[in-house]
């Protein structure tokens, strides 16, 4: 026996209706030819990176999970983590892959996943079941605050979980319960989180909603770990109890999805002004048209590497050096750093155009469950 899937009231109907107009009218503009959806698609999945990792204690900057999409080599993440951040990229790319063919997801699909996420460290058995028992404790006080079920009814209870995911039933709904059934199930001996995680973005993404980068809530995760454990918490006190009921759950992840949706929504906005913004300064300044996706990338808080620049802009060492100092002495990029560590950040010209696309495009959030959160002692919007 799962955890049920719960009947949805008239609130979540509501939110759920606003999720889906919101998404739609993200996927309309990004369907326009344009210059920028493509690092807005990138910047978003390294955040999904990024915030699932950091809910495992994995915690890197948004360069180095951007690094991670890129294929280039972290800027400052030690070996282990980065390992831990390339893993988890490859099991999204699999994840936006199976989403955009359709294809069915079996015990297969899951276990080669768990495999892309962990196969740097064989001692973790990636894409077999655990075999003994687990206990998730909390790191701080060293308590242990929940007891999976048994590994003897692991593989029933994933064959039943599969058997649900083919079911007509709306996807953002289906994809929270798959994580809840998963992450509680806690089939395998480490990343069981990510896991959950990743199957509820291949879910929602499939079931046609938007763009799969624009459908993860793990970012948003990443940011309200404590609100996520507190909501696991009171679904599963302790145990597997798949007999309480998910409601309460079903809400919290709905209102991850409406903030998400909220949060990608204003992204959107802001990268289409900046990019504006940045093509005029690129003209005024002479400078060549490829420099904007650097300028860009310096904009909202990113580290540009020689190598990077050059790699993405397809040009020669001497090219990138010379574009680099023209871009330096316009005081829209700063260098730091020496030798091989030698970067560039956000010049003065940049970081005043930062703050004024601030005041143009506020971070303005409606929390949908506003009673909810006062309810659950959850984090604001």
């Known amino acids: 026996m799962l955890y049920l899937n719960p009947e949805l009231d008239a609130a979540d109907q509501a939110v759920l209706a606003g999720i889906y107009r919101r998404r739609d009218k993200v996927a309309s ?47 400052t993440a030690d070996e282990q983590t980065f390992a831990e951040i390339r893993g988890y990229r490859q099991a999204l790319g699999y994840v936006l892959t199976l989403a955009q063919t359709g294809a069915d997801v079996d015990e297969s699909t899951l276990r080669a996943l768990h495999f892309m996420l962990l196969g740097h460290d064989l001692g973790k058995r990636p894409g077999q079941y655990r075999t003994g028992p687990i206990y998730v404790r909390n790191d701080r006080t060293g308590d242990t605050v929940y007891e999976a079920p048994g590994s003897e009814t692991v593989p029933a209870l994933m064959a039943e979980l599969v058997s649900t995911l083919t079911t007509d039933i709306d996807p953002i709904v289906a994809g929270a319960m798959a994580h809840l059934n998963l992450v509680m199930i806690h089939p395998f001996r480490d990343g069981n989180g990510r896991m959950a995680r990743a199957l509820q973005t291949l879910l929602v993404s499939r079931g046609g909603l938007a763009e ?80 904007t996706d650097a300028l860009y990338d310096a904009l909202i808080g990113f580290r540009i590497r020689r190598h990077g620049y050059l790699t993405r802009a397809a040009i020669d060492e001497r090219t990138a050096s010379r574009d680099l100092k023209a871009l330096t002495d316009a005081a829209l990029l700063e260098p730091r750093g020496e030798t091989r560590a030698r970067h560039y950040v956000a010049g003065s010209r940049l970081i005043a155009l930062r703050a004024t696309l601030r005041e143009e495009v506020p971070n303005h959030i409606t929390d949908p469950y506003p009673t909810l959160r006062s309810d659950l002692y959850l984090t604001e919007a």
């Open 29 to 75: 503009a990004m369907r326009v030819p344009k210059r920028w959806p493509g690092l807005l698609r990138r910047n978003l999945m390294a955040r999904a990176i990024q915030g699932s990792n950091s809910i495992e204690g994995y915690v890197v900057a948004t360069d180095d999970a951007a690094a991670a999409v890129d294929y280039e080599e972290a800027l």
């Open 212 to 291: 799969p980068t624009f459908c993860s809530i793990e970012e948003w995760l990443g940011v309200n770990t404590e609100d996520y454990y507190r909501v696991l918490a009171r679904t599963g006190p302790g145990r597997w109890s798949p007999d309480r009921d998910a409601h309460l759950w079903l809400k919290f992840s709905l209102r991850a999805h409406d903030i998400q949706s909220q949060t990608v929504e204003r992204r959107m906005h802001r990268t289409e002004r900046a990019w504006s913004r940045l093509d005029e300064l690129v003209a005024a300044e002479r400078l060549p048209e490829r420099t």
